[in-house]
């Protein structure tokens, strides 16, 4: 009698699903359950197969496709077999979804609030003004504020955090009682972060539902989950209650998952890896205060390289014909040095100002006004032409590796065009050649050079693009959010290689991010950028023990 009373408890049952696509076995033998107002959250890295499980729950399978269980069932129903009219009864109404990137699941040409009004109307047949009133109570729920205008914006008028929240408006719009998460931080800034996890609590905690939360990041999930599953190539691993896992996890790819972000408390070296836990061949090695204090002092005791004075950005805000220009002043009297072989940190919220900064120094949007100075030069827009040495010398790393390379063009080709524009060796055998090597560096094989972007998965993306920032032999990189977008253990992959070019290549960093964590075991010093301005500068390890400034303090207490 106990255990039928147990089994009603369940919200979600899963035994044995498997899914193969086009012949490929994708998910092996997935089992799992979830009660009635609990959060059970699958981790893993990308490719796992963390989404394809959670859409095997709502129908959205790819197509040709197999899937096969000894059960699935949601409220004691049997999720096999459904029509397509089934399936979109359940979905939004009954299991709401919150997807990765708010950006391309939102439709851009429709105002945010016909689009909740689209959720509505398919499910409930209810009155233009009632429809709204729920709507409005949905977007307070999500702790918006503003409603009528956040209601009357398109999606590429509000802040990522504002555009997440909506999209969790609109998966709790219909009170349904399984909330799917997938990745709903990711590329958030710290502090957003951190409130949508509270905010996903307080719904739970209002509503009574239960939550599968997919996430690569463990840390995320030990402030929200009561059981983790972790998944590696579509097996679930290992499986426990949150304080165990975290406590004594028993699988080498679980602790890689656990460590491979940068601790707080100590500065390694270099970051361990999954492959390093795999092996068991990592050996932490620690940089001493000493060791800093001696590699500074030689550091900061040559001239800069780069030295900006009093840049500052402005934008001409949309006002009626004849009425006076009103600017908005994005970057407001910034003044640094950057020094040969530093990393300099750079962190803020976003919409502060600091991706601004990074395209104002190479001229991609031209600074208003102050002054550039690279190698004693002070340097004007005709310095940034193509066929100047400062365009091969100074170089950019964009934060989505995918957007920011030509989708027709293979790898080979994207890297031996800048080679072509810059002058770079004179014959196609020398540029292949030199492709390949720069390849080698970053750790991709030859395989990659016929190969598009599609092609690869974001960590090799990422890669080829550095390649790409190296083809030309720069001095500067400026690396802007370089690793957001990437699971926690190629993070660490990246970021361990472009400490060893750094090394190897003598070169300086710009290292721009939202994740403090990231920025401090990089940076030899760190720039904290609020509202254009630089309201706080000091040697990395410094900051962290003692910052200055509320604003500071509040960015390093929302690191998860």
Same mark, same amino acid.
């Given at each position: 009698?106990?255990?039928?009373?147990?089994?009603?408890?369940?919200?979600?049952?899963?035994?044995?699903?498997?899914?193969?696509?086009?012949?490929?076995?994708?998910?092996?033998?997935?089992?799992?359950?979830?009660?009635?107002?609990?959060?059970?959250?699958?981790?893993?890295?990308?490719?796992?197969?963390?989404?394809?499980?959670?859409?095997?729950?709502?129908?959205?399978?790819?197509?040709?496709?197999?899937?096969?269980?000894?059960?699935?069932?949601?409220?004691?129903?049997?999720?096999?077999?459904?029509?397509?009219?089934?399936?979109?009864?359940?979905?939004?109404?009954?299991?709401?979804?919150?997807?990765?990137?708010?950006?391309?699941?939102?439709?851009?040409?429709?105002?945010?609030?016909?689009?909740?009004?689209?959720?509505?109307?398919?499910?409930?047949?209810?009155?233009?003004?009632?429809?709204?009133?729920?709507?409005?109570?949905?977007?307070?729920?999500?702790?918006?504020?503003?409603?009528?205008?956040?209601?009357?914006?398109?999606?590429?008028?509000?802040?990522?955090?504002?555009?997440?929240?909506?999209?969790?408006?609109?998966?709790?719009?219909?009170?349904?009682?399984?909330?799917?998460?997938?990745?709903?931080?990711?590329?958030?800034?710290?502090?957003?972060?951190?409130?949508?996890?509270?905010?996903?609590?307080?719904?739970?905690?209002?509503?009574?539902?239960?939550?599968?939360?997919?996430?690569?990041?463990?840390?995320?999930?030990?402030?929200?989950?009561?059981?983790?599953?972790?998944?590696?190539?579509?097996?679930?691993?290992?499986?426990?209650?949150?304080?165990?896992?975290?406590?004594?996890?028993?699988?080498?790819?679980?602790?890689?998952?656990?460590?491979?972000?940068?601790?707080?408390?100590?500065?390694?070296?270099?970051?361990?890896?999954?492959?390093?836990?795999?092996?068991?061949?990592?050996?932490?090695?620690?940089?001493?205060?000493?060791?800093?204090?001696?590699?500074?002092?030689?550091?900061?005791?040559?001239? !800069? #390289?780069?030295? *900006?004075? =009093?840049?500052?950005?402005?934008?001409? /805000?949309?006002?009626?014909?004849? $009425?006076? +220009? &009103?600017?908005?002043?994005?970057?407001?009297?910034?003044?640094?040095?950057?020094?040969?072989?530093?990393?300099?940190?750079?962190?803020?919220?976003?919409?502060?100002?600091?991706?601004?900064?990074?395209?104002?120094?190479?001229?991609?949007?031209?600074?208003?006004?102050?002054?550039?100075?690279?190698?004693?030069?002070?340097?004007?827009?005709?310095?940034?032409?193509?066929?100047?040495?400062?365009?091969?010398?100074?170089?950019?790393?964009?934060?989505?590796?995918?957007?920011?390379?030509? !989708? #027709?063009?293979? *790898?080979? =080709?994207?890297?031996?065009?800048?080679? /072509?524009?810059?002058?770079?060796? $004179?014959? +196609? &055998?020398?540029?292949?050649?030199?492709?390949?090597?720069?390849?080698?560096?970053?750790?991709?094989?030859?395989?990659?050079?016929?190969?598009?972007?599609?092609?690869?998965?974001?960590?090799?993306?990422?890669?080829?693009?550095?390649?790409?920032?190296?083809?030309?032999?720069?001095?500067?990189?400026?690396?802007?959010?370089?690793?957001?977008?990437?699971?926690?253990?190629?993070?660490?992959?990246?970021?361990?290689?472009?400490?060893?070019?750094?090394?190897?290549?003598?070169?300086?960093?710009?290292?721009?991010?939202?994740?403090?964590?990231?920025?401090?075991?990089?940076?030899?010093?760190?720039?904290?950028?609020?509202?254009?301005?630089?309201?706080?500068?000091?040697?990395?390890?410094?900051?962290?023990?003692?910052?200055?400034?509320?604003?500071?303090?509040?960015?390093?207490?929302?690191?998860?």
């Amino acid at each position: 009698m106990n255990k039928k009373n147990n089994r009603s408890k369940f919200i979600v049952e899963v035994q044995s699903l498997s899914l193969k696509i086009q012949n490929k076995q994708i998910l092996k033998n997935i089992s799992f359950s979830i009660l009635t107002n609990e959060t059970v959250a699958i981790v893993g890295e990308s490719g796992s197969g963390k989404t394809l499980t959670a859409l095997s729950l709502i129908g959205l399978i790819p197509n040709k496709s197999f899937i096969s269980s000894n059960k699935m069932s949601f409220l004691n129903k049997s999720l096999t077999n459904n029509s397509e009219k089934v399936w979109r009864s359940i979905r939004g109404k009954e299991i709401g979804v919150i997807f990765q990137e708010p950006h391309s699941s939102l439709n851009p040409s429709m105002k945010c609030g016909k689009q909740l009004l689209e959720v509505l109307e398919t499910h409930y047949l209810k009155n233009k003004n009632e429809n709204k009133k729920t709507i409005f109570s949905a977007l307070k729920d999500v702790q918006l504020d503003d409603l009528e205008r956040i209601y009357n914006s398109y999606p590429h008028q509000l802040s990522g955090g504002q555009k997440q929240r909506v999209m969790i408006a609109m998966a709790i719009l219909c009170k349904p009682k399984l909330l799917i998460a997938d990745e709903p931080t990711t590329a958030l800034d710290v502090t957003v972060q951190k409130e949508i996890i509270f905010l996903l609590k307080s719904l739970q905690k209002k509503y009574k539902i239960s939550i599968l939360f997919i996430s690569h990041d463990l840390n995320l999930v030990k402030l929200l989950a009561n059981k983790v599953f972790v998944m590696k190539n579509g097996k679930i691993i290992e499986s426990e209650v949150k304080e165990k896992l975290f406590k004594n996890p028993q699988k080498s790819y679980t602790k890689g998952l656990l460590f491979a972000r940068p601790s707080l408390n100590k500065r390694l070296k270099t970051l361990p890896t999954i492959s390093d836990f795999n092996s068991g061949n990592f050996i932490e090695k620690i940089i001493t205060e000493k060791e800093r204090k001696e590699k500074h002092k030689v550091l900061y005791s040559k001239l !800069p #390289i780069l030295e *900006i004075i =009093d840049l500052e950005k402005k934008f001409f /805000k949309q006002t009626f014909l004849f $009425k006076k +220009k &009103k600017f908005f002043h994005a970057i407001k009297s910034f003044n640094f040095k950057l020094y040969k072989g530093e990393t300099l940190g750079l962190v803020g919220e976003s919409g502060c100002g600091k991706s601004t900064l990074g395209r104002a120094i190479i001229y991609l949007d031209p600074p208003s006004s102050g002054k550039i100075i690279y190698n004693g030069k002070l340097l004007t827009k005709t310095h940034f032409s193509n066929s100047n040495n400062l365009r091969k010398e100074i170089q950019f790393i964009f934060q989505d590796p995918h957007s920011s390379m030509n !989708p #027709i063009k293979t *790898i080979g =080709d994207s890297i031996m065009e800048v080679l /072509k524009v810059h002058k770079i060796l $004179k014959t +196609k &055998k020398d540029r292949k050649k030199r492709v390949n090597d720069l390849l080698d560096k970053v750790g991709l094989s030859n395989y990659y050079f016929n190969r598009h972007p599609h092609e690869l998965s974001g960590g090799q993306k990422q890669r080829a693009v550095i390649a790409r920032a190296l083809a030309t032999n720069p001095k500067v990189i400026i690396c802007d959010e370089c690793v957001a977008a990437l699971d926690i253990s190629i993070q660490a992959k990246i970021l361990n290689l472009l400490n060893d070019l750094k090394q190897e290549l003598n070169l300086s960093y710009i290292f721009i991010s939202h994740d403090l964590s990231i920025v401090k075991f990089m940076s030899d010093r760190i720039m904290v950028m609020k509202s254009g301005e630089l309201i706080e500068f000091e040697e990395s390890d410094l900051l962290y023990s003692n910052p200055k400034k509320n604003y500071t303090k509040k960015l390093i207490s929302s690191i998860i």
